[in-house]
């Protein structure tokens, strides 16, 4: 499978934004569908995690409250909304797909395919 991400750009703090992450090539079915993101010289970070198929989805405490995962299944594609976006927010986000569920969803090493990163910086 194909990702490609989307919806980057910049914002001041307090602001929106939505990513969307499109696959190609197949249709996702049981996979985990996830975003991480990363600032230069940390780790890739996760961000929130959904299995296709309905019943879990997950955020890190830094997102949660004021991020949002959904997906749209005619389009193959998930999205997440940020909300009342802060400074800290400000990395390169990345989709990532595995074909099932894991309960370390978390883990970056975990995910077998990679959208492109996406900007997302948050400043006045």
């Known amino acids: 499978v194909q990702l490609q991400a989307y919806g980057g750009g910049f914002v001041q703090p307090g602001g929106s934004l939505g990513l969307s992450c499109e696959a190609s090539g197949r249709t996702f079915s049981s996979d985990a569908v996830a975003w991480f993101r990363q600032t230069p010289g940390k780790e890739r970070e996760f961000v929130a995690a959904?299995?296709?198929?309905?019943?879990?989805?997950r955020y890190s405490n830094s997102v949660r409250g004021r991020f949002t995962l959904s997906r749209d299944v005619a389009k193959n594609t998930v999205v997440l909304q940020m909300n009342s976006l802060t400074p800290e927010d400000t990395a390169v986000y990345y989709c990532?797909?595995?074909?099932?569920?894991?309960?370390?969803?978390?883990?970056?090493?975990?995910?077998?395919?990679w959208g492109q990163g996406t900007q997302v910086t948050v400043s006045s």
């Open positions: 959904m299995r296709w198929s309905g019943g879990a989805t």
């Open positions: 990532a797909a595995r074909l099932h569920w894991i309960t370390s969803y978390y883990d970056p090493k975990n995910y077998n395919y």
